[in-house]
């Protein structure tokens, strides 16, 4: 029996590598997770005309700028479907990462697993392989889905520079690893894919709906508002629409939303490794 390598990073490529193999070699798959959020842009985001509501329901001689800041104060913006395209980014990065914990199940049930417990590849890499491979399809996605939702119409901010991009992809890139450790954490001892997948299904839609993907959290009940403000997707949402599309940047704000983002990932990814040393066995 080979002794566990004391490098964390030994082996990470191979095995990262192998779990995007699985992306790319499957166009269908890749196809089915970028048609998904266009079709809530171009349907969802579209039907729901905030904008048109409000105004059709002012008297004909309130001038169409007030309209326009009652949007702005209920969403920041004036343009709603800017406002929902810019939680789409969140959706994507939501639905890709909630199967990585799919993975490990498979890679038991299968016996890759035991193969790779059985080489001197560190219990970490096998645990950052999944992060790192479920990170680059989301932030891949989120590129192909925010260029779409340009073309359909999302308005970026007068003040945006290419440095606000990096922004970003800096705060998808702390959601992206806290969400895939987060599930692979639930899924390190499951041995049936269904468990896995009812974890998934009770997750997905109070993760994305407890947010300001969709409505703000300030118009929210009084009892969603605390698990709202509690919520990653919330934070990180925040930081990408005050990068992209909000006319000003409240940088007290965007440094709450990384500082929180940071400690999140950090600290479920941290909690995902421990629990790999533990528990990841054949």
Known sequence: MKEISGNPLHGLWAL????????????????????QPIIWMGLFGKAMNINAIITNNLPPNIPQSI???????????????????????????????????????????LGFLNKVLSTPVARSAIIFSKILSATIRSLAQVSIIL???????????????????????AILFLLCMGLSSLFLMLGI?????????AIVNLLNLPLMFASNA?????????????????????????????????????????????????????????????????????
Do not use: C, H
């Open 16 to 35: 990262t590598n192998r779990e995007l193999k699985k992306w790319y070699k499957e166009p269908f798959v890749f196809f089915i997770s970028i048609i």
């Open 67 to 109: 309209a326009d800041e009652m949007m702005k104060q209920t969403f920041g913006t004036s343009d709603y479907f800017s406002y929902m395209a810019v939680g789409m980014l969140s959706f994507v990065t939501l639905f890709t990462t909630m199967f990585s914990g799919m993975s490990i199940v498979w890679d038991r049930r």
């Open 147 to 169: 260029v779409f939702a340009i073309l359909l119409g999302l308005k970026l901010s007068p003040n945006f520079t290419p440095i606000n991009l990096l922004g970003v992809y």
């Open 189 to 197: 001892r499951s041995t049936r894919w269904e468990t896995q997948m």
């Open 214 to 282: 969709l409505f703000p959290t300030n118009a929210m009940p009084d009892w969603l508002k605390p698990i709202a403000n509690l919520n990653p997707i919330t934070y990180t949402t925040d930081a990408v629409r005050q990068l992209l599309i909000f006319e000003s940047l409240n940088l007290n704000q965007l440094m709450l939303d990384f500082t929180y983002m940071g400690i999140f990932a950090a600290a479920i990814a941290s909690i995902s490794i421990i629990l790999s040393w533990k528990y990841l066995s054949k």
